[in-house]
């Protein structure tokens, strides 16, 4: 290898490189766990029945070793002879009767549990994206998509486990427990107290084992959202990978990802293990106190053998809920990242806010004025410097010039996916910002570069540009934008089901699709992102002819990279870094022998 191709050489490491969420390191919070409570508001009189259910399951549960006790020192006893046959079978009964009631109540709030838990985490879901939906531009430039995806996703469904059964298995737990300790202490006090002497031990060998399990469990989160982003990258990036063979390097990078991230929650399933064992030894421990004690208490005849048992019982069914509170500590834990996360987009507000006293825009004519724009993407890298353009309804208009220059940008100022640093947008007169954004954008048409085409038939992709469109009204669009004729060679003409990415269709074919579309939605202001891709000459001819149909009468933006196709506009804007620098029409520019000439002298060198 050179020495110069050595230097320019990637780092293989430094690739793909993916700006982490940030870490999430706020202590056990109340205020958010109230919030996210704040969910399950509305199905507080769903709840009602269900925790009754479950304290009449738990109180069943609690008689069963009172019945024991009975059984034992009343009829099993020999001193009480063969008289206390019927007693036992009436306390067998009773027992019978207590588990029925048991499994009865727990069937009821298993069931309605998840039911509500579902409810909650559809709101849940629902929110979030409806609130994403509505956040600008600058947000998505700053997150990978899977990033974002994975809150809708993961960080969602992470809190399934709270809301379905979570919060009524953890007020069982606490009324277990409760009804467990005032039975051990009032029953005896000094063998209650004995057996529960373990269980501050165990609350402070737990309680330094949670923050080491918390931040283990962000880790494993912080590691999935990298290989969401590296997927979701991948596979919208699957056709460069392979025609520049890049499968093996992108392998070998997920492949790492993908082991870093099971070492991550390796780690933390390991941690969170660790929490059984220390309940079974503490378990272990009170047991023996039990015995030990018990036995000793018996011999004093201060306790019966029956009571003996009966505590066995209750303490068999104590660690069995610690045990479980412990694993949904673990679970608010994980709940805790997850809602920190999934809150912090919720507070994100909009960067382009709609003023609380915004009006619709009233029906348009078409004129557009920008005012002095000056806009910047990051602090101090202005990408306009001050531009001013006066377009009458109804006028072409051409913006060119070299990559990067702003010609995207001010159509992004137009639909006010981003708002001016300085200056104004000004349509009909009005500045856009004092209107309502979807008054806006209803009224402006984009024809994108690269045509989304949705997953549907022909004619419902040619409906979303007017919802409640006839087919007729469709068939018309697609007559006058030259489309007709191809999708009627389709199989199922209109009918055909198209893919998520439109690709049974040629990029004319789509261009002249996504035509109709915006023709369907008659705007009277239509911004059209020229496609860079070579296109035969006979669909160009086609495209030329259909964009005549479409730009009639209207007011329009044309990002333009073939300059053939902007000689008939009424007005070219040329752009250099920023800034306008020609403005004319076609035979006036080239007249001027300027910019613009230049640029289109270069092009018909380039061909
Ligand atoms: N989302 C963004 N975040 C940061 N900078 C951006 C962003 N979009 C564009 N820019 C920068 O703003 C400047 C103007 O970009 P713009 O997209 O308006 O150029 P353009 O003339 O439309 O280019 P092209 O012909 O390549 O589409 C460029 O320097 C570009 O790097």
New binding site residues.
């Given amino acids: 290898m050179s020495a110069s191709s050595k230097g320019s050489a990637i780092n293989k490491n430094e690739r793909f490189v993916y700006q982490d969420d940030e870490l999430i390191e706020k202590p056990f919070n109340w205020g958010q766990l109230r919030r996210l409570f704040t969910y399950m508001k509305p199905y507080m009189r769903q709840l009602s029945p269900v925790i009754a259910m479950m304290i009449l399951g738990t109180l069943t549960r609690l008689g069963v070793p009172a019945l024991v006790i009975l059984a034992i020192d009343e009829a099993i006893s020999p001193e009480n002879g063969e008289s206390s046959i019927p007693k036992l079978l009436l306390f067998a009964g009773l027992m019978l009767l207590l588990y029925i009631i048991q499994w009865a109540s727990n069937t009821y709030r298993i069931k309605y549990t998840n039911i509500i838990g579902q409810k909650v985490i559809y709101d849940l879901r629902k929110h979030l994206f409806q609130h994403i939906q509505k956040l600008s531009?600058?947000f998505y430039?700053k997150r990978p998509a899977g990033s974002v995806l994975v809150r809708v996703t993961n960080d969602v469904n992470s809190l399934q486990d709270l809301f379905t059964n979570g919060v009524v298995n953890l007020l069982m737990d606490c009324v277990q427990l409760l009804g467990i300790v005032i039975i051990l202490l009032v029953w005896n006090f000094k063998l209650g107290l004995a057996v529960m002497i373990t269980v501050p031990l165990m609350f402070l060998v737990s309680s330094s084992l949670r923050k080491r399990i918390r931040f283990a469990w962000q880790d494993v989160r912080i590691k999935q959202s990298r290989i969401n982003a590296h997927l979701n990258e991948s596979i919208q990036g699957m056709k460069v990978t392979q025609a520049y063979v890049q499968e093996k390097d992108n392998m070998g990078f997920f492949t790492k990802m993908n082991g870093v991230n099971m070492k991550s929650w390796d780690r933390a399933s390991a941690l969170n293990q660790t929490f059984g064992p220390v309940i079974e030894i503490t378990a272990a421990i009170g047991t023996f106190i039990l015995f030990w004690y018990g036995a000793h208490l018996i011999q004093q005849d201060v306790i019966t053998v029956g009571l003996l048992v009966g505590y066995a019982n209750y303490i068999g069914n104590f660690w069995e809920p610690i045990n479980r509170l412990g694993q949904m500590y673990s679970q608010l834990l994980i709940a805790m990242a997850s809602s920190e996360r999934i809150f912090e987009f919720i507070d994100e507000e909009p960067t382009v806010a709609e003023l609380k006293e915004a009006k619709p825009l009233p029906k348009i004519k078409g004129d557009v004025k920008f005012d002095q724009l000056v806009f910047e993407?990051?602090k101090g890298?202005p990408?306009?410097k001050g531009v001013t353009i006066d377009v009458k309804a109804g006028q072409s208009i051409a913006?060119v010039?070299?990559?990067?220059?702003?010609?995207?940008?001010?159509?992004?100022l137009l639909c006010r996916f981003y708002d001016p640093v300085q200056g104004r947008v000004l349509i009909d007169g009005i500045d856009i910002r004092d209107v309502s954004i979807e008054s806006l954008r209803s009224q402006v048409g984009i024809v994108l570069?690269d045509t989304f085409i949705f997953a549907g038939t022909i004619r419902d992709n040619i409906r979303y540009g007017r919802l409640d469109a006839t087919d007729a009204e469709i068939v018309k669009a697609a007559q006058a934008v030259n489309a007709h004729d191809f999708i009627m060679n389709l199989p199922d003409g209109y009918d055909t089901q198209v893919e998520e990415r439109g690709n049974v269709l040629s990029m004319g074919q789509r261009q002249l699709l996504s035509f109709a579309r915006a023709l369907l939605a008659d705007p009277r202001i239509l911004i059209l992102?020229e496609a860079t891709a070579s296109i035969d000459t006979e669909t160009e001819l086609k495209i030329q002819e259909a964009l005549k149909a479409l730009l009639a009468g209207r007011t329009s933006f044309m990002?333009a990279?073939r300059l053939s196709t902007i000689r008939h506009a009424d007005e070219i804007i040329v752009?250099d870094h920023?800034r306008i620098v020609e403005q004319g029409n076609h035979d006036a520019l080239i007249a001027k022998r300027g910019v613009y000439n230049g640029l289109i002298e270069a092009q018909y060198r380039f061909l």
């Fill in positions: 531009f600058r430039d993407y990051e890298r990408a306009l913006l010039g070299h990559t990067g220059s702003g010609k995207s940008t001010i159509i992004n570069q992102d990002i990279h752009l920023g």
